[in-house]
């Protein structure tokens, strides 16, 4: 699971998105229109928090990517 934001300033969402495109059994949480380095437990988004607590919970990664809402 790949989480990160689209206006991170301190890794670029393109990078997340070539890593993502690298590992093809993974999956990609994007937060959209948020500057925001560190999301997981920084950032108070119930979209990110629920996707990252059911996969910690689980072991099992969503079904498709998400993108979640500021």
């Known amino acids: 699971m790949i989480v990160q934001s689209t206006g991170d300033t301190r890794s670029v969402y393109g990078g997340a998105?070539?890593?993502?495109?690298?590992?093809?059994?993974?999956?990609?949480?994007?937060?959209?229109?948020?500057?925001?380095?560190?999301?997981?437990?920084?950032?108070?988004?119930?979209?990110?928090?629920?996707a990252v607590n059911a996969y910690l919970a689980s072991g099992v990664l969503p079904k498709t990517n998400l993108t979640c809402e500021r």
């Open 17 to 50: 998105v070539a890593l993502h495109r690298a590992l093809p059994a993974s999956r990609m949480v994007t937060l959209r229109n948020v500057r925001r380095h560190g999301l997981y437990g920084m950032y108070p988004n119930r979209c990110v928090t629920e």
